[in-house]
């Protein structure tokens, strides 16, 4: 059992006070730190109060119960909302209503419960009636009530995933009966059977009475949002997003507002610019006598703002985009925000930060900086652009012709809202739990989750999927906001579309299409079409790697290109490439890289397998050395054009690192059965011999074998003809007037009679070199740190080695034991359980291996206090790990071409994050 310490639990707001605001989120959430500061700013905004973090914690802590003084908190803080709002809790003459919201503070769309119109029962409801002189909105909001209570307090539920939610289905039958369209068409009479049918059903289903007591409600609700922070959502979202358990939610209790009163009443959902590609200007979704959860949870197709609330409610349109130009000039970023118009008149719900693309959150904060609303430096937090949603922007589009073509052999199915841009193209699949299992047993396959629409249920069957297609809902429903996060393509609100869940179909129009069948949606534009439509690069790789976009006339490139930089401008971190061919290392170039950090040379080497097959076979020095003699000037070839490439940037070139089985082992022999007797024929040998030598090849756990510079000490003549064709390269291109410098990397060092061994042979070869080429090339000896024990005593190390290159891929392997081959099997039920908070092969172990790391840079720069060192494992290029590599004063990542950018982004937000 604990204790908790804080005296003050509930913060109320309304009559233009508040107890906090939005410094406090810590304390009140997201959600209540921003209607505290609403209301202190003048905005409308109905009464209500706060019930802290620090309360979610201590139920959580003390088997699910609440600190003793929080019963007279909430009872002192209902009478204020009560006093302001002129209306008394329970009331049977004047009812005031209770919404119950969640509120971490980090936004967590709909991963959590709410509940709304608390305080309803069979007298109130009366009360309500002859109050607002409409009995048909009483009714209607004590059917809502009764559903949303019996949901997510009462629980209850679907039973399987075929079911239509039984509430659903009960007033699907009254709107049939009725022979009404929409909800909002029921009679009074009608929906009284209805709370009736609801209340049965639960007591049918849950064996719970509904409760009517509006206390009892109360804290039922509290209680259900409290316990909705640990649901699965919830934490599958806070994984994903690496947001902590035990940061807790905060319950906003508030006075209702009733946009489902009048024909002059509406509760929408707005931003304060499109999220989806950043375009300035108000826009949202929003319903006529409706509320709020119609709108976001897309069973609606609902009106855009921007388009019809001008004629519909021209007070309100102008009164809305004045609130959303007072909020982006207050908070200096856009808004995602709730709104309810309750006769005309509009209330603030909620507003946040709102969730954006990649391409959204770039031109946003670019144009937030040329409006003079931020500074360059503000612009480059994380918070406003994860420096991953670079990632979006070198994504693939449509082909323009293939999208053409498509078109005219009528495949355009429909159109629907983009409301995730992008382009692909995947398998129908209608139910979340389908596509997380279809994904965990291949993680390459191309899905399209195609729902009616989206709930927080669906939020597995999101992550794993390509696309999200959704026949309901505008660009602010739960398929949207989620997308958007994700960097999914998403398009919602394809009205014409019937999904049929118990048939597994999709129809439109005259075509009917099961799960399984390929279609492709483009974000961009909203089209679905069916089978596959070929893709090309974006219009950042058009102009950057292809060359082929006018850089004027992509505003995408554009505000890219001033976006990159500011980069430059505050990052401290250089970022290489990882390249092996003159290509990769142009693309590299194109997208900033400053050099190569690995090169790995056995890759070059696949392309030359017979001469590599022939050195493994041989028995003896002088045979070995002949085939090695073969390598010589392919390696030396390949090593001119990178030199070339790089046009006087750094070039780290590892020397070989695989066993040798790598390139002959008895899998090779068996998938090939011609290959024996080709080698036998290539060597002189017999197919017995052959077969005896790569038995003897054969390890047991090669990881740890006979590779690295362990191969290079066995047989010196392997690196003695690297170091050779590296540096005859070197001088080569040098001679043709262009600057090079390379640097040769050791691997798999773990004691510095193995680097020195090895560093003898490449300076021999490199003095001889030089010598014979009358060419003075500067280079480096360094190596690689990979192993435990090479961090541990890099002290020793860096008394020989010039520089280090942390290769994190295998020092993580080492460090853990692990196996990156083979932790597919457990991993994934160690981040479901929290034993890790992330994959330690894609984001550093910053305690162990990063521990480790430490250790090599403090030891390292102890002997050697300019020793250059960096990263050249693909950790290089995970915004988190790059900012841990900042911290510990590395001076360069190295990561994958494309990787380039979203590194250079992550080093500036690193070095701007430490001031």
């Known amino acids: 059992m604990t204790t908790a310490t804080a005296t003050k639990y509930v913060f109320s707001f309304g009559d233009g006070k ?9 304390e009140l959430g997201g959600k209540g730190a921003n209607l505290a500061e609403m209301t202190s700013i003048g905005l409308p905004v109905p009464a209500g109060f706060t019930i802290s973090t620090g309360v979610c914690t201590y139920y959580y802590d003390n088997g699910e119960t609440y600190p003793e003084q929080l019963r007279d908190d909430v009872a002192a803080a209902l009478e204020k909302i009560e006093k302001a709002m002129g209306a008394k ?3 049977t003459e004047n009812p005031l209503l209770l919404s119950c919201r969640s509120g971490a503070r980090e936004s967590m769309p709909g991963m959590m419960d709410t509940v709304l119109n608390i305080g309803l029962n069979d007298t109130t409801v009366a009360a309500l009636a002859k109050k607002s002189g409409n009995e048909q909105f009483a009714w209607d909001s004590y059917r809502r009530f009764v559903q949303m209570y019996g949901d ?12 239509i939610d039984p509430f659903e289905h009960l007033l699907e039958a009254k709107k049939e009966a009725e022979g009404v369209e929409f909800d909002s068409g029921l009679s009074a009479a009608g929906l009284k059977e209805l709370v009736k049918e609801f209340k049965a059903a639960i007591k049918e289903r849950t064996g719970n009475d509904f409760p009517d007591e509006p206390l009892d409600q109360l804290w039922g609700a509290i209680g259900a949002v409290f316990s909705s922070w640990m649901n699965d959502r919830a934490m599958v979202y806070r994984r994903q997003y690496g947001i902590p358990h035990e940061w807790g939610t905060a319950v906003n209790v508030q006075a209702m507002v009733f946009g489902n009163l009048s024909e002059d009443s509406a509760s929408g959902v707005g931003l304060t610019r499109d999220c989806s590609l950043g375009d300035p200007g108000f826009r949202g979704d929003y319903l006529i006598n409706a509320q709020g959860e119609d709108v976001v949870a897309g069973i609606r197709s609902t009106k855009r703002v921007e388009e ?6 021209p007070e309100a349109f102008d009164r809305l985009n004045e609130i959303g130009k007072i909020l982006e000039k207050h908070y200096k970023d856009v808004q995602d925000i709730e709104f309810t118009v309750q006769h005309g008149k509009v209330w603030m719900l909620q507003t946040r930060n709102a969730k954006r693309t990649g391409f959204a959150a770039v031109r946003i904060a670019v144009d937030l900086v040329n409006e003079g609303l931020i500074d360059p430096k503000e612009a480059l937090n994380p918070r406003r652009i994860p420096a991953d949603d670079l990632n979006q922007l070198l994504q693939p589009i449509f082909d323009p012709d293939a999208k053409a073509a498509a078109d005219a ?7 629907g809202i983009n409301a995730g841009p992008g382009a692909t193209y995947g398998k129908i699949c209608f139910h979340a739990e389908d596509a997380e299992a279809q994904y965990n047993a291949d993680n390459d396959v191309q899905l399209i989750l195609v729902r009616r629409e989206t709930s927080p249920e669906d ?9 999200i297609l959704t026949a309901f809902g505008g660009a602010s429903s739960h ?9 999914k393509v998403c398009i919602v609100g394809a009205t014409e579309l019937d999904i049929d869940y118990q048939a597994g179909t999709m129809s439109v129009g005259d075509k009917t299409f099961n799960e399984g069948d390929y279609i492709s949606i483009d974000g961009f534009t909203g089209e679905v079409f069916e089978g ?3 893709t090309k690069p974006s219009e950042v790789l058009d102009v950057v790697i292809h060359k082929a976009g006018d850089p004027e006339k992509s505003e995408t490139y554009k505000r890219y290109a001033q976006l990159m930089e500011w980069v430059d401008e505050h990052r401290t971190l250089n970022v290489r490439t990882n390249a092996d061919s003159p290509d990769q290392a142009a693309e590299a170039i194109a997208f900033g890289a400053e050099g190569i950090g690995l090169c790995r040379t056995e890759h070059m080497f696949f392309h030359h397998v017979d001469e590599i097959r022939e050195m493994i076979l041989a028995e003896t020095k002088e045979v070995r050395q002949k085939a090695i003699d073969k390598l010589l000037p392919y390696q030396r070839s390949d090593f001119e054009g990178l030199f070339r490439a790089m046009e006087g940037r750094p070039v780290t070139v590892r020397l070989l690192d695989p066993p040798l089985h790598e390139f002959l082992s008895e899998r090779h022999l068996e998938e090939d059965p011609a290959l024996a007797g080709q080698l036998a024929k290539m060597t002189g040998k017999s197919e017995d011999e052959i077969h005896r030598r790569v038995e003897g090849l054969h390890e047991s756990n090669p990881m740890l074998g006979h590779r690295g510079c362990r191969l290079g000490i066995v047989y010196p003549e392997i690196t003695a003809m690297q170091a050779r064709a590296i540096m005859e390269a070197a001088c080569a291109v040098k001679k043709e007037g262009i600057d090079v410098h390379p640097e040769i990397m050791i691997p798999l060092v773990g004691f510095l009679a193995e680097f020195k061994d090895q560093e003898k042979i490449v300076r021999a070869q490199a003095e001889a070199v030089m010598a014979e080429t009358g060419q003075k090339v500067e280079y480096l000896v360094g190596t690689m740190i990979e192993v435990p024990r090479a961090a541990v005593c890099a002290d020793q190390i860096a008394t020989g080695a010039e520089f280090f290159s942390f290769g994190t891929n295998d020092l993580t392997q080492t460090a853990l034991g692990i196996s990156r081959d083979d932790y597919g099997g457990f991993i994934g039920y160690y981040r479901e359980h929290d034993i890790v908070p992330n994959d330690p092969f894609q984001t550093i172990d910053f305690d162990g291996v990063g521990g480790l790391m430490k250790i090599g840079v403090e030891g390292g720069r102890s002997s050697r206090k300019d020793l250059k060192i960096g990263i050249c494992g693909e950790h290089g290029g995970d915004p988190a790990s790059v900012k841990f590599c900042h911290s510990i004063g590395l001076n360069y990542v190295s990561c994958s071409p494309f990787r380039v950018p979203i590194a250079r982004l992550a080093a500036a937000q690193a070095a701007v994050s430490q001031g």
Not at 152 to 163: A, G, I, P, Q, S
Not at 409 to 415: A, D, H, S, V
């Open 459 to 467: 939020l597995r069957g999101m992550q794993a999927a390509k696309g």
């Open 409 to 415: 052999e009528g495949r355009l199915l429909t159109k």
């Open 479 to 487: 398929a949207a906001l989620v997308s958007r996060q994700m960097g």
């Open 308 to 313: 019809s609330l001008h004629d519909d409610m």
């Open 89 to 91: 809790f329970g009331c």
């Open 152 to 163: 997510v307090v009462l629980e209850m539920k679907t039973l399987d995933k075929k079911e």
């Open 18 to 26: 508040a107890d906090g605001g939005a410094t406090m989120k810590n």
């Open 532 to 534: 596959s439509v070929t």
